[in-house]
């Protein structure tokens, strides 16, 4: 088996515009994903990315420091799985299951190690 980055990408505006039961509902959608995905062998970890970031550029000698980069855009990073899966149509098989898809998110899927 290999190793599997899945990279979500949305609006935490968006999640923000939700009310208190709506969120309780994506959270809820994401944790029985993983639940599934524990059951079929395929979860090593995941979890939510808070709303805040910092993004380090190196420029010239010195580092640039950005808070929030993707700010009010679809391009924010909002969590991450690391699954188990026997190839890359496998892994791709497992990610178009991920409930992101349903809140307008995109879903990155990176192979890990080389």
């Known amino acids: 088996m290999k190793k599997y980055f899945l990279l979500m990408r949305g609006s935490q505006e968006e999640f923000l515009k939700l009310n208190e039961t709506e969120q309780s509902e994506v959270i809820k959608a994401y944790s029985e994903w993983a639940k599934k995905l524990k059951i079929s062998g395929n979860f090593v970890e995941g979890n939510g990315f808070c709303s805040e970031s910092i993004k380090l550029t190196p420029i010239d000698d010195m580092i640039s420091k950005t808070i ?28 178009n299951e991920c409930p992101a898809f349903k809140y307008n998110e995109s879903v990155e899927i990176i192979q890990i190690g080389h």
């Open 68 to 95: 929030n980069p993707y700010e009010n855009t679809n391009e924010q990073l909002s969590g991450y799985y690391i699954i188990l899966a026997e190839d890359d149509r496998d892994a791709f098989n497992i990610a």
